[in-house]
């Protein structure tokens, strides 16, 4: 057992339910299922780490601040004009590249009545993402970039660059267990396998010049699993290596929480 | 400490209501905001939306976490605080006054009988 290194387990004491669970052909209903598993755990089902691949389309990944206001509504219709794939989050932040390339981890949690505050369940979603990276070889850190898609406290950067962007949504009322509506916590990694980050950069930074809003991808802030451990996906294809790689995560998750006391409740795909 | 205003009702959910004959402000309290932390966005109804009491109404975005609005109230959105589209930091510094988020006409009052006075949500946040 290796407890100390993973002090956010009590926020599962109860243990997790593993599972790889997508829809990557329709990608809103892909997204969205993170709400409907989040409504369940909110009535009681147990807290749920779930696994899953982007929409295989490419495209975009925006918060409902994004689309916000006229400016943010027609530039959402001029990118989906374009052909892209964009999905509305429940969560916060800023446009995330979506397709083939890419997937995700979702830890849903009940609310609980313990003051606990956002930073925890960020460590409770990258320590094991990080641990896992360091399994692979890689050193990982969190860190801002500024410049990054999605920036925040919580990136995890490799060589430097953008690995995984992260965020969060806590759904509810605002008093919590108090409230009628206790609601529950999405904590969400989104991971890069294989992405053209040039063109994601040009998708971004049109969709945020048509909404008329400052934010801007800059190039070189990002970095994928290919680009960065090429050796490990040889002879698999874009969809297979999105695959190898969360099943590697998944498979990491269900041996590595155990260790740390946080009881694996089933690991379906 | 975070700020009560007398002379305003309470949700449990962190909302104060002012109520002006048939019309009533909604926000969030001094306590909510402080435990949000910097909001960068606030999504509310559009005018003429009606409300239901303790359905959402709208979330309220602070640094990459997103939490729900309740309302208070069943009534009609007669006005919405257009600043906070440009402005959310609107609700940390002035959660009272600048910062309100919608104006609802009421049709029954009867709701503010269960909101909570200033005394009672004092008590209830010091819980």
Redesign the interface.
């Given at each position: 057992m290796n407890r100390r290194d993973f002090e956010e387990a009590y926020l599962v004491a109860d243990g997790v339910e593993v599972l790889w669970m997508d829809n990557p052909n329709d990608a809103q209903e892909n997204t969205d299922m993170d709400e409907q598993y989040g409504k369940a755990v909110a009535s009681g089902r147990p807290p749920v780490v779930r696994l899953w691949r982007s929409g295989f389309a490419d495209g975009l990944s925006l918060s409902r601040r994004d689309v916000a206001g006229e400016r943010g509504m027609a530039a959402l219709e001029q990118t989906r004009n374009e052909g892209l794939e964009v999905v509305i989050r429940q969560t916060g932040g800023t446009a995330v590249p979506q397709g083939e390339g890419v997937f995700h981890v979702s830890w849903i949690l009940p609310r609980t009545s313990q003051t606990v505050t956002t930073d925890a369940y960020f460590r409770l979603l990258v320590k094991p993402i990080i641990a896992w990276l360091r399994e692979l070889g890689l050193e990982a850190a969190t860190g801002a970039l500024p410049g990054s898609y999605c920036d925040g406290t919580y990136n995890i950067l490799v060589e430097n660059r953008k690995l995984v962007g992260t965020a969060q949504a806590w759904r509810g009322g605002l008093a919590g267990t108090g409230s009628r509506h206790p609601g529950y916590i999405l904590a969400h990694a989104s991971i890069t396998t294989e992405v053209d980050f040039e063109a994601a950069r040009l998708w971004i930074n049109r969709f945020y010049e048509r909404a008329g809003k400052d934010y801007r991808m800059e190039a070189d802030t990002s970095i994928s699993l290919v680009q960065t451990l090429p050796s490990i996906f040889a002879g698999v294809g874009k969809k297979g290596r999105n695959e190898a790689a969360l099943s590697s995560l998944k498979d990491f998750l269900c041996a590595w929480l155990p260790q740390r006391g946080v009881k694996v409740l089933g690991d379906s795909v | 400490m975070s700020q009560v205003m007398q002379g305003l009702k309470y949700s449990?959910?962190?909302?104060w209501v002012k109520l002006d004959g048939q019309r009533a402000t909604v926000g969030?309290t001094d306590f909510?905001q402080a435990?949000?932390g910097d909001i960068?966005?606030v999504?509310l109804p559009a005018v003429g939306q009606q409300l239901k009491a303790?359905t959402?109404f709208g979330?309220?975005?602070?640094?990459?976490?997103?939490?729900?609005?309740?309302a208070p109230l069943s009534g009609k959105v007669v006005e919405v605080n257009e600043r906070l589209?440009d402005s959310p930091e609107l609700v940390n510094s002035s959660p009272y006054e600048d910062g309100w988020m919608v104006v609802l006409e009421v049709e029954d009052t009867a709701g503010m009988n269960e909101l909570l006075d200033a005394q009672a949500y004092e008590a209830h946040i010091a819980e």
């Open positions: - | 449990k959910e962190h909302e969030i909510a435990e949000l960068v966005f999504e303790n959402t979330t309220v975005e602070s640094v990459k976490t997103v939490s729900d609005l309740f589209q």
